[in-house]
């Protein structure tokens, strides 16, 4: 009785491990493309951080308004501008609520943020317009402008005073050289909102 041997054919096997290794390349390099996020891991590079504060129980509705020395300007109208940033845009009391769990929870704080991520040397200009003036008393705000690389340092504070509806201030203008280093200028009032949005 003859035996049958299986055939064996080379060409075949060189063929099955070639694709073997292709795909294995394959997944390597899917993994290169795409690597594995970390959760929570969020890397905002920032120089400069304009943050506006006022009274938390107030109802009123402060915006700041920011200009670079290329004229774009950021504000609740454009929150993207160039390098500025409206990170936070807060309108008194009508987003201070949020629904966690299906609960109501509280976030009284008053407080809009721009966040400068990069440098254009120039002139900038720093407005407050008021809004909303439900409380129709004078509001008091606070800004603060502050380097945040390569590390904290606090290069402006200032106090003004908002007393009516659609009143529009000019904070500080200052400028900034190509290596982001901070000098606060003084002049006078410009406008940046545009005149549709005033109430007159």
């Given amino acids: 009785m003859k035996r049958r041997y299986s055939k064996f054919d080379p060409f075949t096997d060189l063929l099955f491990n070639i694709l073997l290794g292709f795909t294995f390349l394959f997944f390597i390099t899917i993994l290169f493309i795409n690597p594995i996020t970390q959760l929570g891991n ?15 129980s107030l109802e009123d509705d402060v915006d700041l308004w920011v200009k670079d020395p290329n004229g774009e300007i950021v504000s609740y109208l454009k929150k993207d501008a160039g390098w500025l940033h409206l990170d936070r845009d807060d309108r008194g009391v009508i987003n201070d609520t949020v629904i966690i769990d299906n609960k109501e929870v509280i976030y009284p704080i008053n407080r809009e943020v721009v966040t400068l991520r990069g440098i254009i040397p120039g002139e900038y200009t720093v407005n407050l317009y008021l809004y909303e003036h439900k409380s129709m008393s004078p509001v008091d705000v606070k800004i603060i402008i502050e380097k945040v690389n390569p590390s904290l340092k606090l ?21 900034l050289d190509s290596e982001g280093n901070f000098k606060s200028i003084f002049s006078k009032n410009e406008t940046l909102t545009p005149y549709e949005l005033k109430g007159y």
């Fill in 42 to 56: 969020v890397n905002m590079k920032a120089e400069y951080i304009i943050t506006v504060d006022w009274d938390d």
């Fill in 155 to 175: 290069v402006f504070v200032n106090d003004a005073v908002m007393k009516t509806k659609d009143t529009e201030l000019t904070i500080t203008k200052f400028r």
